[in-house]
């Protein structure tokens, strides 16, 4: 089976090789995300993967079938990139990665735990020389409640990394299928929770979950964590909630129109999101770069699991990430 392997970065290369020689494979890399201009580098080729940044839409899917491409595998768990009703059209296979939750759990506590320890303020007041405390007054961890949104492998992790620290956790789900979870309602999560952390998939139904609406229902000084996708939360309510005070931070690792910002290097040419850089300037505010996963066991995993995924459509015509 041939597969080419788009949006490789480096780092991924040595877990490519060392699968590629384990399964047999024979893979070709391609740097360039997959997109409707660089979908024809796939032509030729039996399978395909990519990752979540990549734009798989309606024409990437028919330009597939036209080459005889039957199955594709993302390296990524969230597959919002996905038109998945073309992918049925095209009767092209879908599939996602499983990788260590651990990687994007660990993260979202860390980052929960530096905005309770004012770290970005602190950041920020050394590099001008202020070694005051002034303004950096925390708050533990086992005096907080905690709000986990969506309770998947990644939120019972975040779940329980929270209650081990003594933390009050409650959680919301779409689905309440765990008897060891404390599910509230929305509403009620919303209300009374000092540290708000996402951990569900994008859907049609949640884009904008948090917003004007759902802020104006949290707790004054709450804390926002985003390990999950930008496109949950509006940023310019955000922004709107920070100035008026309302809300005590936000530390987001993904944000909405993030494509071509986040995994680039900006330094030289800037960048033209001026949302982002109005949240910047905030003193409670840490963004970081959709680097939750990046961890070398998850990287590792991802490249494992879709050449797996790839091996099984091949084999059997379906495969154990299967989505459609
Ligand atoms: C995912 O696996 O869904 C991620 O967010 C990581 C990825 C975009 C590299």
């Given at each position: 089976?041939?597969?080419?392997?788009?949006?490789?970065?480096?780092?991924?290369?040595?877990?490519?090789?060392?699968?590629?020689?384990?399964?047999?494979?024979?893979?070709?890399?391609?740097?360039?995300?997959?997109?409707?201009?660089?979908?024809?580098?796939?032509?030729?080729?039996?399978?395909?993967?990519?990752?979540?940044?990549?734009?798989?839409?309606?024409?990437?899917?028919?330009?597939?079938?036209?080459?005889?491409?039957?199955?594709?595998?993302?390296?990524?768990?969230?597959?919002?990139?996905?038109?998945?009703?073309?992918?049925?059209?095209?009767?092209?296979?879908?599939?996602?990665?499983?990788?260590?939750?651990?990687?994007?759990?660990?993260?979202?506590?860390?980052?929960?735990?530096?905005?309770?320890?004012?770290?970005?303020?602190?950041?920020?007041?050394?590099?001008?020389?202020?070694?005051?405390?002034?303004?950096l007054l925390g708050r533990e961890v086992r005096n907080q409640q905690v709000g986990v949104i969506g309770t998947g492998k990644i939120g019972k992790i975040v779940y329980n990394l929270f209650k081990s620290l003594g933390a009050s956790v409650v959680a919301y789900d779409l689905y309440q299928n765990n008897k060891d979870i404390n599910y509230v309602c929305l509403d009620e999560l919303l209300k009374t929770s000092d540290i708000i952390t996402l951990h569900t998939p994008l859907t049609a139904e949640n884009y904008h979950?948090?917003?004007?609406?759902?802020?104006?229902?949290?707790?004054?000084?709450?804390?926002?964590?985003?390990?999950?996708?930008?496109?949950?939360?509006?940023?310019?309510?955000?922004?709107?909630?920070?100035?008026?005070?309302?809300?005590?931070?936000?530390?987001?690792?993904?944000?909405e129109k993030e494509v071509g910002i986040v995994h680039k290097d900006c330094s030289e040419k800037g960048y033209d999101y001026q949302e982002l850089k109005n949240l910047l300037t905030k003193e409670n505010v840490l963004i970081t770069s959709h680097q939750a996963f990046y961890t070398e066991q998850a990287v590792s995993d991802m490249v494992e699991s879709a050449l797996k995924n790839l091996i099984e459509f091949n084999r059997d015509g379906t495969a154990q990430n299967e989505i459609i």
């Open positions: 089976m041939k597969i080419l392997a788009f949006a490789v970065r480096e780092d991924e290369i040595e877990s490519f090789n060392r699968y590629s020689k384990k399964f047999s494979l024979d893979i070709s890399f391609e740097s360039k995300s997959l997109r409707p201009d660089t979908v024809f580098l796939a032509k030729g080729f039996d399978g395909v993967t990519f990752l979540g940044n990549c734009n798989v839409n309606q024409e990437v899917l028919k330009k597939l079938n036209s080459y005889g491409i039957k199955f594709i595998a993302s390296r990524s768990v969230g597959y919002n990139n996905v038109d998945l009703e073309s992918a049925k059209k095209y009767e092209i296979k879908v599939s996602n990665a499983t990788y260590s939750p651990y990687s994007v759990a660990e993260f979202a506590l860390m980052i929960s735990m530096m905005m309770l320890r004012h770290i970005p303020k602190t950041i920020k007041h050394i590099e001008k020389n202020n070694f005051s405390l002034n303004g979950l948090i917003d004007k609406n759902s802020i104006s229902k949290m707790k004054n000084d709450v804390i926002i964590i985003n390990t999950a996708r930008g496109e949950l939360i509006n940023l310019i309510d955000i922004l709107e909630g920070l100035n008026s005070n309302k809300i005590g931070g936000v530390a987001f690792d993904t944000f």
